[in-house]
Each structure stands twice: as C-alpha cells, then as structure tokens.
C-alpha cells in the first residue's frame, strides 16, 4: 500500500531514471562507433604506410641480363682491367645485384692503358656500351679543388637502358667528344670520349650500379651483362668473367683491408687480369 501510493506521488522520478538510462546507453552506442571509426581510420593510414613502403621498396637490377651490345672500349689501347670484388683502387662496395651485403672490396673495373697512351686526356677511346639514355653527368667543373682530386680529372657520365631500367652504366674520369646533357640518345658503340688520365699512373673506371639505397650501393660486374659477341672480342685478348671476377666466397675469406691500411691492389697484381696483345 505504502509502494503504491510512493509511485503515485513520485511517478515523475520514474520517468527521470528511464530517460538516464536512454542517454547513457546512447551516448555508449555512439562513443564505440565512434572509437570502431577511428580503428578503421588507423588501419587505413597503416595500410597506406604499408604501401608508401612498398613504393620505396627497391627495385633491384637483373642479375643475369645481357644488354651490354658493344664493347666500350678500344681493346687495343688497354693493357689491364681490375677485377670485381679486387683490392685495387678505392673500397668500392655495398650490395651485389644478387642482393648481397658486400664489404672491404672493390666492385668496379678499373681501365689501364698501354704504355703509349699513359697520360693523355684525348686518345683513349670510351664507347657507348649500348642504345641508351644518358641518365646522370658529373662535370669536372664540380670537382677542380676537391682533396683527391686530378688536376685534370674528367668528368662522369651515366647511361640508362630499356632492357633493365633499374642499372645505369658509368664512365669516370672522361672528357665528352660533344656536349652531353641529360636524356640524351646514344647508340651502341658511340664514341663518347676520351679517358682524362693526366699523368702515366692513372686509370679510368667502369661501374655498374643499380639504383641508390638510403645508406648503400649496389653494384655488379659488366662483364656478367655482355652479349656472347662482345664477350667473344674480350675473350680474343684473353679477357674472360671468369678471370675478371673473384667470387664472394673468395674475397670473404681473404678481405682486402682497406680499414685496416694493409690493402695490396697495385698493378700489376693478382686483382688485375692482363689483355694479351
């Protein structure tokens, strides 16, 4: 009798406690959509974080490609080629086109000419190794004065291929034939130059270099990425892949020491393959 005759005099407090209950679970509902939303947005922006890394992600060179047509040199002129993963020159590693970390080696080609032409900065011929682009130039102007520098030093020129987008093919220590400027067509066997060699002890490089990582290079041998008929013309002055190359298993066990200041690479030396006449 007493409950019945509260809930007649207090009904109003009935509704209040009701209309509390309806707020409260609303705001509830509304307050999970809202934090499902916002997880939503987050894998969103992972996600697309997830695909800006893959954008960056490199895109490594062909390992086994065969688009050097010609061969960029007049062989008659050379006397010896450094090989891959030698000790001659600089400490010139980072990844192989296999995708290896490399270190303490050198994994370019160093070009040395014949007696005759020790010294010269306009008769040592550099040829285009394919049809391509020029994709990058280093112009001496930029280095005259640099510590370590030649006096006469040469510029740098780079060039691209269709056949393999991701390599670009080097010249170093170079003086043009014509002026060159970016996106420029050459064809295979082009003359491009003449090595800038200065004084008799000086050669000249070849590189090939896949696109350049955040803290690294990556870079291969030439001669893995001729054509049987440039190989051959090589071959004919003794030049092999095999004997222009040591393996990495090799140079791992026997690193060359370039920290350590104990580096033997001089000519003519067992990281140099001699060109027969």
């Known amino acids: 009798m007493y409950m019945r005759a509260f809930l007649k005099r207090f009904w109003w407090a009935g509704l209040i406690v009701v209309g509390l209950v309806l707020v409260i679970g609303a705001m509830l ?7 499902d939303k916002n997880e939503v947005t987050k894998n969103d922006s992972s996600t697309t974080g997830e695909t800006k890394d893959k954008e960056k992600k490199i895109e490594w060179p062909s390992a086994d490609a065969k688009y050097i047509t010609a061969v960029p040199l007049d ?54 190794p394919f049809d391509g682009t ?4 280093d112009l001496e102007s930029d280095q005259i ?10 510029n740098g020129i780079t060039f691209s291929t ?77 030049v092999t892949i095999g004997n222009t190359k040591f393996t990495k298993e090799y140079r791992d066990a026997n690193p060359c020491g370039y920290a350590a200041g104990t580096q033997k690479g001089g000519r003519p030396g067992e990281s140099w393959t001699q060109l027969t006449p």
């Not at 490399?102 to 550099?126: C, L, W």
């Not at 000249?204 to 001729?226: A, E, K, T, Y």
């Open 75 to 128: 062989l008659t002129q050379i006397l010896s080629i450094s090989k891959y993963r030698g000790c001659a020159g600089h400490d010139f590693s980072g990844y192989s086109f296999e995708q290896t970390p490399e270190t303490d080696r050198s994994m370019k080609h160093y070009i040395y000419p014949v007696a005759q032409f020790q010294g010269t900065i306009n008769k040592v011929k550099m040829l285009a």
């Open 29 to 35: 509902f509304f307050s999970k959509d809202n934090i």
């Open 162 to 238: 269709p056949a393999d987008p991701n390599v670009g093919f080097e010249f170093s220590h170079i003086y043009f034939v014509k002026e060159f400027k970016v996106g420029d067509v050459v064809k295979g066997g082009e003359l491009i130059g003449y090595a800038a060699l200065g004084d008799k002890g000086n050669d000249f490089d070849l590189v090939l270099s896949g696109p350049r990582m955040s803290n690294s290079s990556i870079f291969g041998s030439v001669f893995d990425h001729m054509t049987e008929s440039v190989l051959g013309e090589f071959a004919a002055h003794g």
């Open 134 to 137: 020029v994709s990058s130039i």
């Open 145 to 154: 004065g640099q510590p370590g520098k030649r006096p006469q030093t040469g």
